[in-house]
């Protein structure tokens, strides 16, 4: 569970203009609660339609303080990293399943082809294959039709064994 609070002062200005009249704005506290995944996601919810454009330039201003790179984008499923992130998983899994390459090599092929720290397998089995499963069967609910979003059986049959990765010491590895 992460649990945040800290004190910011900075400056806002509503144009170019107005440099010398810039108000202080103090944010007294900022607070997050929560565990893991869905902690990092309820720090990251990546505006609403409720929310004023003041606010959400003022929280991107508050990021930036922070040392951290914020970026915007619309609500989508997954909106942006997950978004492209879990159907690279879903397509090396399936690619596997129609026997056109081994999960070894394909987390061979994308560590030294692509550069990333771990193959799919691999991240898969790190994220946990319940967490992944839980997303893609959300995007799934909500639209059926795409192909990005379909049921993975190897997935589905994995989790249902209870062998949801390094947290329970199997996945599509296995680990001591």
């Known amino acids: 569970m992460a649990f945040v609070t800290r004190q910011f002062v900075r400056s806002m200005s509503s144009s170019s203009t107005a440099a010398a009249s810039a108000k202080k704005i103090l944010v007294k506290h900022v607070t997050v609660i929560g565990g893991g995944l869905m902690g990092a996601g309820i720090a990251q919810v990546i505006k609403t339609p409720m929310?004023?454009?003041?606010?959400?330039?003022?929280?991107?201003?508050?990021?930036?303080?922070?040392?951290?790179?914020?970026?915007?984008?619309?609500?989508?499923?997954?909106?942006?990293?997950?978004?492209?992130?879990?159907?690279?998983?879903?397509?090396?899994?399936?690619?596997?399943?129609?026997?056109?390459?081994?999960?070894?090599?394909?987390?061979?092929?994308?560590?030294?082809?692509?550069?990333?720290?771990?193959?799919?397998?691999?991240?898969?089995?790190?994220?946990?294959?319940?967490?992944?499963?839980?997303?893609?069967?959300?995007?799934?609910e909500m639209d059926s039709k795409n192909p990005l979003f379909q049921p993975c059986p190897s997935l589905d049959k994995l989790v249902a064994e209870k062998k949801f990765g390094k947290k329970s010491g199997e996945g599509f590895y296995k680990y001591k």
Not at 91 to 101: K, N, T
Request: charge should be negative; charged fraction near 25%; include cysteine.
């Open 51 to 140: 929310t004023s454009q003041k606010t959400f330039e003022s929280l991107l201003d508050f990021s930036r303080a922070l040392g951290k790179h914020p970026v915007a984008c619309k609500d989508t499923p997954g909106f942006i990293v997950n978004r492209l992130l879990v159907p690279y998983l879903m397509e090396a899994v399936r690619l596997c399943e129609r026997g056109e390459a081994s999960k070894e090599d394909i987390d061979t092929a994308m560590k030294l082809g692509a550069g990333y720290p771990m193959g799919p397998f691999e991240l898969l089995d790190y994220v946990g294959l319940d967490t992944t499963k839980f997303i893609l069967d959300g995007w799934h």
